[in-house]
């Protein structure tokens, strides 16, 4: 038996995408899947996809970013599929534009979606693994724009960027438990995020459509498979991996910014350390 067969496991944002690639290869494996989601239509659909296809399913309408949804959507997984081992939060929408344009109530939308509901999902789940004892994984659905500040998605990037840090420090925290960590950062892959999350940012905001969604989503057409990053995401699971990436092509960017921060600290000659104000003279003190 190889793990996670005969486990259980809670995929938000399932019901499309790369939720739904991950819950696929779940299934695949031998888990037991509750696909939540905010789409309830779509996530009947996908349910009795994987149902027709042999899988222990069940689809839970879910809201993440309220947080009186948390306990009762974990409470029927449980009562349905057995407790729960492992949370893929990968619920995420992209919203705003420029930073001095971007209306400071879709900042938060998209914020309490992409971040807030990490650690929601976090605290509503991890206590249950601590409690039971045994091995159990997280995996939270950051993105290349967590780790390279992208122009013009600038509260997206924000909460990816928060995102990581957060799955970052989830790890330190679980460091010697038996509960692993993953942090999911995908470059391209051919979801629909970027029109679904302007179609709900116009309807939640009374806007107009988003006018550079659709360029986007042309884009993200031609990236990879989500049903090939689900498996990358299972593989890394059953390989207690940290770090999953699907494009090695961003490697350069990466490596540009984190030179500059290592050149930054590497050149910084102490001056204005801890210690210089004790050996400053003390004219320089007056100053």
């Known amino acids: 038996m190889v793990w996670p067969e005969g486990e259980a496991a809670f995929v938000t944002g399932?019901?499309?995408?790369?939720?739904?690639?991950?819950?696929?290869?779940l299934v695949a494996a031998g888990a037991g899947v509750a696909l939540a989601d905010l789409d309830a239509a779509r996530l009947g659909d996908v349910v009795q996809e994987l149902r027709d296809a042999g899988g222990t399913v069940i689809g839970i309408p879910l809201d993440v970013s309220d947080p009186d949804q948390w306990t009762s959507a974990a409470d029927r997984a449980e009562a349905a599929i057995g407790p729960i081992s492992i949370l893929c939060y990968n619920?995420?929408?992209?919203?705003?534009?420029?930073?001095?344009?971007?209306?400071?109530?879709?900042?938060?939308?998209?914020?309490?979606?992409?971040?807030?509901?990490?650690?929601?999902?976090?605290?509503?789940?991890?206590?249950?693994?601590k409690s039971r004892g045994g091995r159990a994984h997280v995996v939270n659905t950051?993105?290349?724009?967590?780790?390279?500040p992208i122009p013009h998605i600038g509260s997206y990037v924000s909460s990816k960027f928060a995102s990581v840090g957060l799955t970052m420090v989830l790890?330190?925290?679980?460091?010697?438990?038996?509960?692993?960590?993953?942090?999911?950062?995908?470059?391209?892959?051919?979801?629909?995020?970027?029109?679904?999350?302007?179609?709900?940012?116009?309807?939640?905001?009374?806007?107009?459509?988003?006018?550079?969604?659709?360029?986007?989503?042309?884009?993200?057409?031609?990236?990879?498979?989500?049903?090939?990053?689900?498996?990358?995401?299972?593989?890394?699971?059953?390989?207690?991996?940290?770090?999953?990436?699907t494009h090695r092509e961003w490697a350069p960017a990466v490596a540009s910014m984190q030179q500059e921060i290592l050149a930054a600290l590497e050149g910084f000659d102490g001056r204005h350390g801890p210690d210089a104000a004790a050996q400053a003279p003390a004219g320089d003190l007056a100053r």
């Open 14 to 25: 399932a019901a499309s995408g790369i939720g739904l690639g991950i819950a696929k290869a």
């Open 91 to 129: 619920a995420g929408v992209i919203g705003g534009g420029d930073l001095d344009e971007t209306p400071m109530k879709v900042w938060r939308w998209v914020h309490s979606i992409n971040v807030d509901a990490q650690l929601l999902g976090i605290q509503t789940f991890v206590p249950r693994f």
């Open 171 to 245: 790890r330190a925290e679980l460091a010697g438990t038996g509960i692993g960590v993953s942090l999911l950062c995908p470059g391209s892959v051919a979801t629909r995020i970027t029109l679904s999350a302007a179609e709900q940012e116009a309807k939640k905001f009374d806007t107009e459509m988003n006018p550079h969604a659709a360029a986007n989503d042309a884009m993200l057409s031609h990236g990879a498979d989500p049903d090939k990053v689900g498996e990358q995401v299972v593989e890394a699971i059953q390989d207690r991996d940290f770090l999953i990436f």
């Open 142 to 148: 950051a993105s290349m724009a967590g780790l390279l």
